[in-house]
């Protein structure tokens, strides 16, 4: 089971750091990636990093402001969200799906298997 924390209201240009937590299981055996969905929008890829941390892709938009990373040993990933802007208002949520590649990332919600309940950023202008 996946678990996201760290979401909150801040006003645009400030900083969040998301968490995403297993319970029952390690996340070394996963690749894992985060979402968004926008209200009224559909879901979308936001970044995503291989299972040996290694690999790491950030979709276009948050480049340069947001940081995909993983702690292994505290079966923790983290995205490090900063220069916030209203856009990226919205609920994030993490998702993880088992493999064998160390180095490989997933871009796509359906190549996931496991999916965190989703947490909210609001950022206010």
């Known amino acids: 089971q996946l678990q996201a924390s760290g979401g909150g209201l801040v006003q645009a240009g400030g900083s969040l750091r998301f968490s995403c937590a297993a319970s029952?299981?390690?996340?070394?055996?996963?690749?894992v990636a985060w979402f968004r969905q926008a209200p009224g929008k559909e879901r979308e890829f936001v970044a995503a990093?291989?299972?040996?941390?290694?690999?790491?892709t950030h979709t276009d938009s948050v480049k340069g402001r947001f940081t995909i990373s993983r702690d292994n040993a505290k079966n923790t990933v983290y995205l490090q969200m900063n220069s916030l802007k209203p856009e990226d208002t919205a609920v994030y949520f993490c998702?993880?799906?088992?493999?064998?590649?160390?180095?490989?990332?997933?871009?796509?919600?359906?190549?996931?298997?496991?999916w965190g309940q989703g947490t909210l950023v609001t950022v206010s202008s």
């Open positions: 998702a993880a799906k088992g493999t064998s590649y160390s180095v490989v990332y997933y871009r796509f919600d359906h190549q996931y298997d496991y």
């Open positions: 990093i291989s299972r040996g941390g290694t690999s790491t």
């Open positions: 029952g299981r390690t996340t070394s055996g996963y690749a």
